[in-house]
């Protein structure tokens, strides 16, 4: 397939075709919807077919997991830097590894109407403007010859959606050690006409002096906008609550792309990968302050060296923890099925703020928790097959037959002792059996035996480890496990052998 041969849909607008134009040839042009999408200048065009190769949604490099990435909790111990950043903080601390190093970072950030670009940050200073989230989709405009011309003599830290590191990546053809790249969570991007539109009636006349789409002003948790004026009070409400965040939220603004993404986990090309720790109450209340906290994805060796270098706190949490609140990780966003006729109205109105206003009161009650469900069922969809792919990769699945009060000090003996295996815990409880995939959180409740066998025969389990007083005191336990034909071997606490 060709880029002109793309459908919306297929095209996430990452402008990699339009920078590797040795012609210039291609522009990006917007739609009715307000997003940008390549037009090929056939008088110009020479042919070479670059563009087609460049381009990361016709050439994805499907990744298939070796294991879950480690995942850590992360705070930047400067709290003036946690208050302005979305989550912890923890994209300032990698950039300034590379500002003390005299090297050039590349993000998304306002320019002078507030319309939201990608540009560089050489000091402290200039990179205030790239901090926070923006939910718009960025311009990239000609930054990846940017940073491939910086490349030549420093070092560069890249942050952008996935499928913006993935068009880098593209374009650069290489991974120089000098380079870093970002990406986040990525719940998707709305339409940058749209927000034009939204910024301009809300602060005509040049009013805004800031935006701050994720406030703290009322903690981390509860997002809310906040738009400054040089000489009105200030504009402040939850994101939830918001006309525009609602509409973001709800998946009537984003881009068709989004909805249908093909660059969630496993398929991200970054080398790390930054989001909110939604849920670490749960998972890592130590962590938790309500003044926001990072969860950082290590994909890669460079992720990890740098990751490393950077003043952070943190906790590593395992990443099925880290899903149960933040599922556009791996599953894309739903896109609500008024979608087509909200732009199909925005598109044709004289007064496209009225239209905006108009879907942001139509009461969508009904039709909420259906999409709700629809989601869960994908994501938990989307996890299975994820961790189907893994547990293909591993050299064996182990089943550890333990007793719930030691399930701590096990899950760290076996992780350490067993790192390539998939590992299950299976906790017998009166009338059933609890089971935890690599002692994290997700679990599955088995009922009887036949279960047990259906389940050791469909996830290959090759050994199985089981607690001495669990053999001893339930004689069911007993009973399976001289009955399932599996290589099994006893271990107690008291000798801390296995
Ligand atoms: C559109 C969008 C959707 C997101 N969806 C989720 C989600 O569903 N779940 C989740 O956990 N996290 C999501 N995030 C990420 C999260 O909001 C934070 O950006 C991330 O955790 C980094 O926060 P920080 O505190 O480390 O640093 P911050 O300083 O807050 O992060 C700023 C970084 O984000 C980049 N950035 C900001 N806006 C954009 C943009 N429009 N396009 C590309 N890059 C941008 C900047 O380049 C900069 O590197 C989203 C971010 C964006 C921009
Ligand atoms: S084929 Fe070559 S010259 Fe033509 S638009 Fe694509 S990259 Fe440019
Ligand atoms: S390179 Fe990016 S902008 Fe160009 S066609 Fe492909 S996805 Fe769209
Ligand atoms: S959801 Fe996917 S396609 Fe949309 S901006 Fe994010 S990475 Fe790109």
């Known amino acids: 397939m060709k880029i002109e041969e793309m459908t919306r849909a297929d095209c996430s607008g990452c402008e990699a075709c339009a920078n590797i134009c040795p012609r210039n040839a291609i522009v990006m042009i917007r739609d009715v919807e307000g997003f940008a999408y390549p037009k090929i200048n056939r008088k110009l065009c020479i042919a070479c077919g670059r563009c087609d190769l460049t381009c990361p949604a016709l050439n994805l490099k499907k990744k298939i997991p070796q294991a ?53 940050a050489k000091t402290f200073d200039e990179l205030e403007n790239l901090r926070g989230s923006k939910y718009v989709q960025s311009q990239i405009g000609d930054v990846y010859r940017q940073v491939s011309g910086a490349l030549k003599s420093k070092a560069v830290l ?37 927000w034009e539109c939204y910024i301009g009636e809300l602060g005509h006349g ?31 409400c939850p994101l939830n609550k918001e006309t525009y965040g609602k ?89 609500d099925p008024r979608r087509g006729n909200f732009f199909a109205d925005y598109a044709n109105a004289e007064d496209k703020f009225a239209v905006i206003q108009k879907y942001f009161h139509k009461d969508d009650k009904t039709l909420r928790p259906q999409i709700d469900a629809y989601d869960k069922l994908n994501v938990a969809k989307r996890y299975q097959s994820i961790a189907a ?31 390539n295996c998939g590992i299950y815990s299976l906790q017998p409880q009166e ?45 069911p336990i007993k009973n399976w496990l001289d009955t399932c034909n599996l290589p099994i071997k006893i271990f107690s606490r008291a000798n801390d052998s296995a």
Request: hydrophobic share 40%.
């Open 68 to 120: 879950f990435p480690k995942v850590f909790a992360a705070i930047n111990p400067d709290e003036k830097i946690r208050r302005h950043s979305t989550s912890g903080g923890a994209f300032t601390a990698l950039s300034k590894i590379f500002l003390r190093g005299g090297g050039i970072i590349f993000g998304a950030g306002f320019d002078e109407n507030f319309h939201v670009r990608h540009m560089s």
């Open 431 to 475: 009338d059933k059996f609890i089971c935890l995939e690599k002692f994290s959180s997700i679990v599955f409740t088995l009922k009887d035996f036949a279960a047990l066998n259906d389940f050791a025969k469909r996830f290959n389990v090759a050994e199985i480890f089981a607690e001495r007083s669990l053999i001893i005191d339930s004689p």
């Open 158 to 194: 890249f942050s952008g959606t996935p499928c913006q590191c993935a068009g880098l990546k593209n374009f650069l053809g290489v991974d120089p050690e000098n380079l870093l790249t970002v990406d986040i969570i990525c719940h998707g991007t709305p339409s940058p006409a749209l």
């Open 206 to 236: 040049n009013e805004i002096s800031h935006v701050n789409f994720r406030s703290k002003r009322d903690g981390w948790s509860t997002s809310n906008v906040e738009i400054n004026f040089f000489n009105r009070p200030r504009y402040f």
């Open 247 to 335: 509409l973001f939220l709800h998946g009537l603004i984003e881009r068709p792309s989004c909805h249908r993404c093909k660059f969630k986990f496993p398929n991200g090309q970054a080398d790390l990968t930054l989001g909110d720790a939604w849920g670490v109450k749960n998972f890592a209340p130590e962590m938790f302050d309500n003044r926001g906290t990072s969860l950082i994805l290590v994909h890669t060796s460079k992720g990890k060296k740098f990751f490393e270098h950077t003043n952070l706190r943190v906790r590593q949490v395992s990443l099925p923890d880290a899903l149960k609140k933040n599922p556009r990780l791996i599953a894309p966003s739903i896109a």
């Open 389 to 419: 792919q893994i547990r293909q990769q591993f050299e064996k699945n182990i089943l550890v037959v333990i007793s719930s009060n030691e399930q701590k000090f096990f899950a760290n003996y076996f992780e350490q002792q067993f790192p």
